[in-house]
Structure formats: structure tokens, C-alpha cells
């Protein structure tokens, strides 16, 4: 590993990790703050994307472009919303029915093109990795850094309001929070637009900064962002007890997994060895899922979790079956079924078990006072 390129490519992995922060800040507000699974992010961010390069694209000034592209997340995050609050579809699945929606949308907006680019030779643009490295006041670091500190500065405020307060008491205790005559499901439909519109205005800005947008931009975003949420928390969490703290361990969390990946990349890992490597974390996935199924079927206690990674593994294979029978039009469809399948069970197991793991700590250390 050479220390000189390392180096040189530093400030494009800090970069993207601001970005990427945007994004994990919308996660850690469905994921943490109103305890929602949701997956609708994988592809909302694209949305964002697609919307805010179309407008520059027409000539539109990028930031009232990035203002649509908020908005258009934020109608996604509505679409989740009444999926689950008002036909009453679970969470995981009420996401997944959106995020493949989305898919089709988003070639939609791009005027049916897989990517579109917009150039900052060609257009005006708020973001360029091209000036990443420049000493100038074009560098994108200090004006994603700007956007973050407003960003955290308005949520702090805003859920230490009244409305912002039932929010947080919705995602800790639903029943306690009906209870106290807050309405929760237009709660959960709000925080769910709020964390889209985020997760979109980083798509927005995202797709300035690559100077591009890809109708697959968004593959493995919900991923990134639980690695940023639990990395912060983990190196952080002891430290930062202030809620504006938290979102900066957030962000904190996304640099470093930016980072860590440009170290990984130049310690020489070699792009060819990538399929190999898919190839063992999908073995991987079905071989861990066989083991669930089966204590599934031996404990009652993990009944559960047996019927779920059977899903997941239905899922797995209907898509794998579906990329070889469906026509090509449709192919995006149902390989997101293979995609999102196990990734969709990883994240809701983890969820569970982590939330399962503290309502003990907590009964514990009630039981001992």
C-alpha cells in the first residue's frame, strides 16, 4: 500500500462520506428514533437522484433541484407510509413494495436511460468530485459540512418540539404513546417522508458530485446506512449522549466506512476476485438461513425466525428462477427479490435481537432495583 496514494485519495472518501452521512441520518431517524424497518431507502435515494439531475438537466438551478429531489423522497416515504398505517401491510414488506415501485419510476424520470449524466463542465452544479482536492471555495467538503450542520442543527430543534417529542415517544413505546392521545400512524407517515426526503437530498447530491445518476446507484444504500448508524454508535456511544451529538456520530460513522473501504482498496484487493467473493457471501446467506429454518422447526422458541428466513429464502429463489424466465424489461424486477431478500432478514434479525437484547438489559436493572 503506497501512504502517498492513500493519502491523495482521502478527501474523495471523506467526501462521499458526508454525503453518504445525509443518507444514514434518514436511516438512523426510521431505524433508531421511530423503530421502523424500512427499506424504501434503497431506492429513494436514486429517486433523488434521477429528480434533481432531470431538473438541472432542464435548467433549473441545482439547489431549488435538490429542493424537488427532497420532496420527491418524501413522497416515496408517504407511499410507505399508507402501505403500512392505512392498508395495514408490515413494515419490511410495505418498504419492499415501494423501493420496487421505485425502480420503475426512476427509469421513468431518466426518460427510460439506466444513467444519465450531467457534467460540470456543461451544467451549474452545487457539488464536484472534480475540485475534491482543490485549497478553493469549489471544494465540496465545506459546503457538505455546511448542508450537515444546518441539517442536524433543524432536526435538534425540531424533535425537542412538541410534535418532534411524540415522534421519539412513538418509536419508544407505540401503546404508551396511543395511550397519551398521540396520534402514531400520521407520526410514523411523517417520520417516514422525513427520513426519504433526506435520504433523497443525499441521491441529490450525490449524483452532482459523481457528476452522473445510475438507476442502480442506490443498490446496498440500506446497508451502508446501518453500518454508519452502528459504527457511530459503537465508537460513540458513550461519548456522544446529546441527541445533535448522536447525528454527528452518524456521519462520523459513514466517513469511516468510506475510509475503511479506500484502505481495503488500496491494499491491493483485486476487482476480479469480487464475484468469487459474491459467490461465498450467497452461499454463505442460504447455508445461515437452512440453519435458522431448521432450529425453526426443532424450538418453539425459534419459530419465528424459521418462518422468516423461509421467506427470505422463497424470496432468494424466486428471484434467482425469475432473472432467467421474465423478459428482459422486467429483469430489474424480480433480481431485487434475490438482492434484498437475505438483506432484508439480516437487518430485521439484527434489529430484533438488538432491541430484544436491551428490553432484557432493561427488565434486568428494573428487576435488581
Not at 59 to 65: Q, R
Request: overall charge positive; hydrophobic content about 55%; some cysteine.
Amino acid at each position: 500500500m503506497n501512504p502517498l496514494t492513500l493519502l491523495n485519495s482521502l478527501p474523495g472518501a471523506l467526501a462521499q462520506g458526508l454525503i453518504w452521512g445525509i443518507m444514514a441520518i434518514g436511516v438512523a431517524i426510521t431505524y433508531k428514533i421511530l423503530d421502523y424497518a424500512d427499506l424504501t431507502v434503497d431506492n429513494s435515494l436514486c429517486t433523488g437522484g434521477a429528480v434533481a439531475a432531470v431538473c438541472i438537466i432542464g435548467g433549473m438551478n441545482p439547489l431549488l433541484a435538490l429542493l424537488c429531489a427532497v420532496l420527491a423522497g418524501a413522497l416515496a416515504g408517504l407511499c410507505t407510509g399508507l402501505l403500512h398505517t392505512v392498508l395495514g401491510i408490515p413494515a419490511i414488506l410495505s418498504g419492499i413494495l415501494t423501493q420496487l415501485a421505485l425502480y420503475s419510476v426512476n427509469l421513468r424520470i431518466m426518460t427510460g436511460k439506466a444513467n444519465q449524466p450531467i457534467g460540470v463542465d456543461k451544467y451549474d452544479l452545487l457539488v464536484s468530485q472534480r475540485y475534491v482536492r482543490d485549497l478553493a471555495l469549489n471544494n465540496p467538503i465545506p459546503l457538505v459540512i455546511l448542508f450537515l450542520a444546518v441539517l442536524i442543527g433543524l432536526l435538534y430543534w425540531f424533535f425537542g418540539t412538541e410534535y418532534g417529542s411524540s415522534l421519539r415517544a412513538t418509536g419508544a413505546n407505540q401503546n404508551m404513546a396511543r395511550a397519551q392521545g398521540i396520534d402514531t400512524k400520521s407520526g410514523i407517515t411523517f417520520g417516514l417522508m422525513l427520513a426519504n426526503g433526506l435520504v433523497a437530498m443525499a441521491g441529490g447530491l450525490l449524483a452532482q458530485y459523481q457528476g452522473a445518476v445510475d438507476v442502480n446507484m442506490g443498490r446496498g444504500a440500506i446497508v451502508i446506512g446501518l453500518a454508519a448508524v452502528i459504527i457511530g454508535e459503537v465508537l460513540l456511544g458513550r461519548v456522544f449522549r446529546n441527541f445533535a451529538l448522536k447525528l454527528v456520530s452518524v456521519v462520523i460513522g459513514a466517513v469511516i466506512y468510506y475510509v475503511v473501504i479506500q484502505i481495503v482498496l488500496q491494499l491491493g484487493l483485486n476487482t476480479n476476485d469480487l464475484k468469487l467473493l459474491t459467490a461465498l457471501v450467497v452461499a454463505l446467506s442460504i447455508t445461515s438461513l437452512l440453519v435458522i429454518i431448521i432450529a425453526g422447526a426443532k424450538e418453539r422458541s425459534c419459530r419465528s425466525y424459521g418462518v422468516c428466513a423461509g421467506i427470505a429464502l422463497a424470496m432468494m429463489l424466486v428471484g434467482a428462477l425469475g432473472m432467467r424466465l421474465v423478459p428482459a424489461a422486467y429483469f430489474g424486477v424480480v433480481e431485487r427479490f434475490s438482492v434484498f431478500a437475505a438483506t432484508g432478514f439480516n437487518a430485521a434479525l439484527g434489529l430484533h435481537l438488538f432491541f430484544e437484547k436491551n428490553e432484557t438489559t432493561n427488565h434486568t436493572n428494573a428487576t435488581n432495583q
